[in-house]
């Protein structure tokens, strides 16, 4: 198992910037991709940005240029920069974590921290 520990959320202005982290511990060995989605009210979890271990990474279009996802293999860490925030950023973000077992991916996920955008 791979256990997932966020951090990072809260309250911000709109035009302003947070940084999420994401610590994995347990059975890490494998892990191909980390990365961040989100889900707010009333609406389907989205991907945010993933970057797989050797540093490839892909963002949603409503992030691009905004957000800015980072990966310590070491520390098995991922964080997520946020600027330039906006009103529709506000959302649960979820950790999430993808371990591959024979070829097969295995989903782990975080507990969620909140991201409030308001005024």
């Known amino acids: 198992q791979v256990q997932l520990v966020e951090s990072g959320g809260g309250l911000v202005q709109p035009g302003g910037s947070l940084r999420l982290s994401c610590a994995a511990s347990g059975s890490i060995f494998s892990i191909a991709v980390m990365g961040w989605y989100r889900q707010a009210p009333g609406k389907g979890r989205e991907l945010v940005a993933r970057m797989t271990s050797g540093g490839s990474a892909n963002y949603a279009d409503s992030v691009k240029g905004r957000f800015t996802i980072s990966r310590d293999n070491a520390k098995n860490t991922v964080l997520l920069q946020m600027n330039s925030l906006k009103p529709e950023d506000t959302a649960v973000y979820y950790c999430?974590?993808?371990?591959?077992?024979?070829?097969?991916?295995?989903?782990?996920w975080g507990q969620g921290t909140q991201v409030t955008v308001s005024s």
């Open positions: 999430n974590a993808i371990r591959v077992i024979s070829a097969v991916p295995n989903n782990y």
